[in-house]
């Protein structure tokens, strides 16, 4: 299986590495359905938000250790993080106690924030523009383009859901490729070469991060 992280560079620029979450409908944490259905309205003001303040970031100008942070903080205030770590983690998220869960729902985020906010740091000059917005089942699909200059745009999709309580996204889509499907084979990678240790996983991730 081909990783995101590993698509090529055009000029110098991946055009997939771009933060995401992406998720198998399979892999998902079970949770009780919400009393009233997620609107569009409700899926496109997540991200039309989400899309200000990445832009904001991606034009700051600012150091590359404030962007990190900044970039984890977007991610955890838009994401339903914890959902997403624990499909990336597998079936080692069932038998994990709720302390270990956290601590590496914790360094799961710092990592993604840091690998990806990387990626971000080049589309300085760029940016992300919400499209359109679709249902898709109990889900809401908004779609954006991220613009380069004097590169060809490319697609992204946000998944996003409220069965969490809130709404939030659990899914990125960057033009078919599912970015989180891809990070779940690191991630349980990682765990297989520490003979399924969390506590070892986790401290792989803070390395990478």
């Known amino acids: 299986m081909q990783s995101f992280s590993s698509f090529p560079m055009r000029s110098d620029l991946t055009r997939r590495g771009f933060l995401a979450a992406a998720l198998g409908a399979g892999a998902l944490v079970a949770l009780p359905a919400p009393a009233t259905a997620l609107t569009q309205g409700e899926a496109r003001a997540l991200i039309d938000r989400a899309i200000a303040e990445i832009n904001e970031v991606i ?74 917005v679709r249902s898709a089942g109990r889900y809401v699909e908004v779609v954006t383009t991220t613009v380069l200059p004097g590169r060809e745009p490319f697609e992204v999709v946000f998944i996003v859901s409220d069965r969490g309580g809130s709404t939030k996204f659990i899914d990125m889509v960057i033009e078919g490729v599912s970015l989180l499907k891809s990070e779940a084979v690191e991630i349980r990678a990682m765990l297989d070469r520490n003979r399924g240790s969390i506590a070892g996983l986790i401290g792989d991730l803070e390395k990478a991060a």
């Open 59 to 132: 034009n700051s100008g600012r150091s590359r250790e404030w962007m990190f942070a900044r970039f984890e903080e977007i991610f955890r205030e838009y994401a339903d993080v914890p959902r997403i770590a624990a499909a990336a983690l597998g079936p080692a998220a069932r038998t994990a106690s709720p302390a270990e869960l956290r601590a590496y729902t914790d360094a799961f985020a710092r990592y993604m924030a840091r690998k990806y906010g990387a990626r971000f740091r080049e589309f300085v000059g760029g940016r992300v523009e919400v499209r359109g």
